[in-house]
């Protein structure tokens, strides 16, 4: 047993331990007071006490003889004689009516012993006495450490059962908020899927429908430029029909006056004696495409195109407001584009 407190008055570290010596064991209680360069040692086994004085003169000549200083030579007594050390070798000797007390160390690989040479107490009882109050003082504070430690532990304890059942509670709280809010979040996207789904089945039901509108706006479209188109070759047509007809009608309203384009001038056609034929007429530039010009009055006697005898005009007179359409800049209205 070690323990260490400071004498009052004194200034020392004092320090006691049991150190089981001799065959069968038997105890011996050495107490050492330990200064900055010197100790003092009382020992007792119970009957007889010693006593050893080690001063600074001393203590100086046994560190130079370990090549060790004062402090560190006083460290490595106190480490030795504090405890008792399994690898160290303890002897208590007599000599006389005094004692050797020596113990063993190494030191760099070198066995060490060290030995104190102790004398018999003029009063075994007060060595005795002073020893068992050392003992008694460290077992009361031993003792009053031990409690405050078993109290701080069993706080502690209190604490940490404390902080466990915190923390079971907590468990259980974040499972149960867990579980509530998945069940919402279940509900919340079951709702959104069925939504989903009712948009899906109104958008199958509405696709064939507007298939079927856009269907019926291209029939109409295609009616409508079929029907363009009818429109534009019978306004063709009627061009063509009124163009003849206004020849026709120019032809019986002035049967002297003929003109020709390089075209339409026949070689077969027969002269009038003692006249010669005019010089053929420009056909003036016609500014609407839509709507050709007349063309150039012709004379009976030159151009076999006459009416004929129920009114009609004749061939000739088709064929030359064929051939004026032909080379005319007249089209056809353009086609409606499709919708799409």
């Known amino acids: ?101 020596s113990w063993t160390m190494e030191k760099h690989g070198t066995k060490l012993e060290g030995k104190w040479r102790c004398e018999k107490a003029k009063n075994d009882q007060e060595i005795s006495c002073n020893i068992l109050n050392f003992l008694m003082d460290s077992n009361v504070k031993l003792s009053d450490e031990v409690l405050r430690k078993t109290q701080s532990f069993e706080r502690m304890k209190v ?63 295609d009616e409508e430029s079929e029907a363009d188109d009818s429109r534009t070759e019978g306004d063709d047509a009627k061009a063509a029909t009124n163009v003849a007809s206004e020849q026709a009608n120019a032809s019986k309203m002035s049967p002297t006056i003929h003109t020709s384009t390089a075209e339409e001038t026949k070689p077969e056609a027969k002269e009038s004696p003692g006249r010669q034929n005019p010089p053929p007429r420009q056909s003036p530039r016609r500014q609407s495409p839509r709507r050709p010009s007349p063309p150039p009055r012709q004379s009976p006697s030159l151009h076999g195109g006459a009416a004929g ?19 005319s800049a007249y089209t056809s209205a353009p086609k409606r584009r499709r919708r799409l």
């Open 159 to 221: 604490e940490a059962d404390k902080c466990l059942k915190q923390s079971e509670q907590f468990k259980n709280e974040k499972q149960q908020f867990e579980t509530d809010i998945f069940r919402k979040f279940v509900a919340v996207l079951n709702s959104k899927k069925s939504k989903l789904r009712e948009l899906r089945d109104k958008l199958a039901r509405f696709e064939p429908a507007a298939k079927q509108s856009g269907d019926d706006e291209e029939e109409t479209d």
């Open 1 to 101: 047993m070690s323990t260490k407190s400071t004498a009052a008055g004194i200034g020392g570290v004092e320090t006691c331990a049991r150190l089981m010596l001799g065959s069968p064991p038997s105890p011996l209680f050495v107490k050492g007071t330990w200064f900055p360069r010197s100790f003092r040692l009382s020992i007792s086994d119970g009957l007889h006490c010693w006593t050893c004085n080690a001063t600074e003169q001393a203590v100086a000549e046994r560190a130079a003889g370990w090549d060790e200083s004062v402090s560190e030579y006083l460290q490595r007594a106190q480490f030795y004689l504090s405890l008792q050390h399994p690898d160290s070798t303890y002897a208590f000797l007599a000599d006389g009516e005094n004692r050797k007390l």
């Open 309 to 327: 005898p129920s009114g009609e005009p004749s061939s000739g007179i088709i064929d030359s407001a064929a051939a004026l359409l032909a080379d």
